[in-house]
T-cell receptor
Framework: DGGITQSPKYLFRKEGQNVTLSCEQNLNHDAMYWYRQDPGQGLRLIYYSQIVNDFQKGDIAEGYSVSREKKESFPLTVTSAQKNPTAFYLC??????????????FGPGTRLTVL | QKEVEQNSGPLSVPEGAIASLNCTYSDRGSQSFFWYRQYSGKSPELIMFIYSNGDKEDGRFTAQLNKASQYVSLLIRDSQPSDSATYLCAVKSMEYGNKLVFGAGTILRVKS
């Protein structure tokens, strides 16, 4: 089955810890994205990547880091510098970002809670 | 000013009625518009997209786009309790480097 997987589903972090969220897709999509969703708010873009070994900051990149070593994988690290990391994290992918008709599809999400 | 605006709701409709969800956007150069449905605790799933002015129908769903008024809507005919969810409007904005800008979503409740 083609799709996007995220793990873990739930993640608990202690103050001062870095944690890494996994995102894998087998849709052969070029572009991948990380969003954060807080209650009552829309999705906010953290980072995105259009090709392997390249990525760009979104609106709220501070305190986060990413890598794109393989087309299928786009892990997100939430560092201790992120002061309010408790949120629902969503990974998405699409064929490419340059087309106005390009459509994004989402993984199931990871819910991160800081203890 | 928010770039994509939606009424947060909740919008309550009886089962079998038409639900009308609205979205306005600020960038006149926006070219493509997407509606996602998000059940509580789940990730967004694409319902439909529209690029041209007018109506686009897909089953019980109809998207309507009016670029002159910077307005896009989603109509759900014969609403079912299973349609109860948050509906997210997303706009691909040239001002935003052709990336998606999401509204905060409208909560829809269909009462049986």
């Amino acid at each position: 089955d083609g799709g996007i997987t995220q793990s873990p589903k739930y993640l608990f972090r202690k103050e001062g810890q870095n944690v890494t969220l996994s995102c894998e897709q087998n849709l052969n999509h070029d572009a991948m994205y990380w969003y954060r969703q807080d209650p009552g708010q829309g999705l906010r873009l953290i980072y995105y990547s259009q090709i392997v070994n390249d990525f760009q900051k979104g609106d709220i990149a501070e305190g986060y880091s990413v890598s794109r070593e393989k087309k299928e994988s786009f892990p997100l690290t939430v560092t201790s510098a992120q002061k309010n990391p408790t949120a629902f994290y969503l990974c998405a992918s699409s064929r490419r970002t340059t087309s106005s008709t390009d459509t994004q599809y989402f993984g199931p999400g990871t819910r991160l809670t800081v203890l | 000013q928010k770039e994509v605006e939606q009424n947060s709701g909740p919008l309550s409709v009886p089962e079998g009625a038409i639900a009308s969800l609205n979205c306005t956007y600020s960038d006149r150069g926006s070219q493509s518009f997407f509606w996602y449905r998000q059940y509580s605790g789940k990730s967004p799933e694409l319902i439909m997209f529209i690029y041209s002015n007018g109506d686009k129908e897909d089953g019980r769903f109809t998207a309507q786009l009016n670029k002159a008024s910077q307005y896009v809507s989603l109509l759900i005919r014969d609403s079912q309790p299973s349609d109860s969810a948050t509906y997210l409007c997303a706009v691909k904005s040239m001002e935003y480097g052709n990336k998606l800008v999401f509204g905060a979503g409208t909560i829809l409740r269909v009462k049986s």
